[in-house]
């Protein structure tokens, strides 16, 4: 089991530097599977927890892949203007994606994660004239961006996935090139699962207090691991994010996608 747990954060850190999206389309499904077998938990805990420790675990990776994006020098000449509204939308959304949380059912959560998942993979297969088009800029106001971030903050803590997938389709339709797209998706990853996290702990505070290591819906020594693996490998994400062609990026993201909302879809 630890040793699933290694290869999922070694995973999570390749697309958090890639694609800057976290890993949490990787992290939440695994959880979902590997929790059952952990002694102590019940069907109604496992979704719950597997949310929370995938947003805590993607502060790490988040973190690994933005600080390699520095290093890289991809936030030069990038606006500040997208984060001004940006990232206080995204602490917002994120907080009451988090309450939503902990209202909802595994099964509607399970659902949730499945059907978003899907939308914006076959949106990225069949509409690929939305991404990446650098011929011409566009533009966003803060306002816009506050409101973006409201609803992915929202969405992303609702189900553990960090918010990446919502901001890579937006980002590069403004016209970034792909690896300011990744760049950028990074810092908003990093916000949107910190907030998250402190939410997951504060909704979820004493509901498994028989399970050690857990602090509302986080258990750490999974978190941890899977966030320490993931820092490895993205620094090699970021590299590949300058080296791979576009098109090869958005069919492994929208690939990756449809596998794991498949996979949730038959685990129901």
Do not use: D
Not at 115 to 123: G, H, P, Q
Not at 190 to 201: D, E, N, P, Q
Not at 246 to 260: D, E
Request: hydrophobic share 55%; net charge positive.
């Amino acid at each position: 089991m630890i040793f699933i747990i290694l290869i999922t954060g070694l995973v999570a850190g390749v697309l958090s530097g890639l694609l800057g999206i976290g890993g949490g389309v990787v992290i939440v499904p695994v959880l979902s599977y590997l929790y059952p077998f952990h002694p102590g938990l019940t069907g109604n805990e496992i979704m719950h927890l597997a949310v929370g420790t995938s947003l805590a675990s993607m502060i790490f990776t988040s973190a690994a892949g933005m600080i390699s994006h520095f290093r890289f020098g991809h936030y030069t000449g990038m606006s500040p203007s997208i984060f001004q509204g940006l990232i206080p939308g995204l602490w917002l959304g994120a907080w009451s994606g988090n309450f939503l949380n902990s209202l909802a059912s595994p099964e509607i959560l399970k659902i949730a994660f499945m059907l978003v998942v899907m939308v914006i993979a076959f949106r990225m297969i069949f509409s690929p004239q939305l991404f990446y088009q650098t011929q011409h800029q566009k533009h966003f106001s803060p306002h816009v961006f506050f409101l973006i971030g409201l609803v992915i903050g929202a969405i992303s803590s609702l189900i553990g996935i960090g918010g990446g997938i919502f901001l890579v389709p937006i980002l590069a339709y403004m016209g970034l090139p792909p690896y300011q797209v990744s760049a950028a998706t990074s810092i908003g990853t990093f916000c949107t699962v910190c907030m998250g996290t402190i939410g997951s702990i504060y909704f979820g505070w004493g509901t498994i207090p028989h399970l050690e290591g857990v602090t509302g819906y986080v258990y750490w020594p999974w978190a941890v691991l899977i966030g320490m693996a993931g820092m490895m490998l993205a620094p090699l994400g970021v590299w590949l994010s300058r080296r791979l062609p576009v098109s090869i990026i958005r069919k492994l993201f929208a690939l990756i996608l449809v596998l794991i909302a498949l996979r949730m879809g038959f685990n129901l």
